[in-house]
């Protein structure tokens, strides 16, 4: 059967005409939406949107994330014909996932940026369809949130990150993505005694109440008492997840702007999504990923990988229940 859909099926992007269920299309041609889901902007039947945010004016060092959502698009061709391995439901059989596509935004209109794409999400929201947004540099993740924050209240932030990103910035509209959670504590929009971030290898000395299960931390005590200790710090709150791939070692992730040795391995990285199943996520990102620096493709493949680990653990909530 697969055989024959792959002779058979091209642009599934477009020509798709049910939202569920897996795409045999050759892995290497026709147009690339994530996991070969429709592209649309119709969300009455959606359960879940991924949406694009090329966006990298907020960098530190080096740009090139604005490039992450098609790279990681692509590279998301590669799963598209299979049930993602090792959860206990078909989640692209059985729940609706579009692709929305990007925000459409003025590159040259920075300071517009912000509120454009706290309305993109908040348009996904108010369908009662969650959003899964694949950046772009961390800072989208600061107006992400606010449209969560509306919805939900203060969230539990569970963060995959080399860095904190809770620099002090009382200047409230810089665009930067390394000050954006320290906003975010700030004005409320999560609860930092309920929060995590994992992975983190970089110094910054005030952590804000937020809890930290650094990188050393995780190789002493491994991905599945990580696992424990983040669902136990979480509990039954509403969570917005956001990985940064440069949570994962530069032997693994190396095209991202700020890379930072001694992090996590994608098979630590896949072992603790896995086992974080059962949370109360809400929503999420993977954000960092830039093309440029890694003409292997693998740091784009490692991306796409948590993107429909994110779906997979919504997923969970939806079908499990």
């Not at 041609?29 to 429709?38: K, V």
Request: aromatic share 8%; charged share 20%; glycine share 10%.
């Amino acid at each position: 059967m697969a055989l024959e859909d792959a002779k058979n099926q091209v642009d599934e992007a477009f020509t798709r005409e049910d939202l569920k269920g897996p795409s045999f299309e050759n892995t290497f041609g026709g147009a690339t939406s994530f996991l070969r889901r429709r592209y649309t902007k119709d969300l009455r039947q959606a359960d879940i949107a991924v949406t694009g945010i090329p966006f990298d004016q907020a960098v530190t060092n080096r740009p090139g994330t604005r490039l992450g959502p098609r790279a990681v698009r692509e590279a998301s061709a590669l799963q598209s014909p299979d049930a993602p391995y090792g959860w206990p439901f078909d989640v692209l059989g059985e729940l609706a996932i579009v692709d929305y596509g990007d925000l459409a935004f003025d590159y040259a209109d920075v300071a517009a940026f912000p509120d454009a794409l706290t309305d993109h999400i908040r348009q996904i929201l108010k369908t009662d369809t969650a959003s899964v947004a694949i950046g772009g540099d961390h800072y989208v993740s600061f107006p992400i949130l606010k449209a969560y924050a509306e919805k939900y209240g203060p969230l539990s932030l569970l963060q995959f990150d080399a860095h904190s990103d809770t620099w002090p910035d009382d200047n409230f509209s810089r665009v930067d993505h390394g000050t954006m959670f320290y906003k975010a504590v700030k004005l409320g929009l999560i609860d930092p005694s309920t929060s995590v971030q994992v992975g983190i290898r970089t110094t910054n000395a005030d952590t804000l109440g937020v809890n930290i299960i650094d990188a050393p931390t995780v190789h002493e005590i491994g991905p599945v008492e990580t696992a424990k200790r983040i669902k136990s710090i979480l509990g039954d709150r509403p969570v917005y997840l956001t990985f940064d791939i440069d949570c994962l070692d530069p032997a693994f992730a190396p095209g991202t702007g700020t890379p930072v040795w001694g992090g996590l391995s994608s098979g630590q990285a896949a072992r603790i999504l896995r086992d974080i199943a059962g949370i109360n996520i809400k929503g999420g990102d993977i954000v960092e990923v830039s093309p440029p620096y890694d003409t292997s493709g693998a740091t784009a493949i490692a991306g796409a990988h948590v993107a429909t680990e994110i779906i997979c653990l919504m997923g969970w909530n939806i079908l499990k229940k």
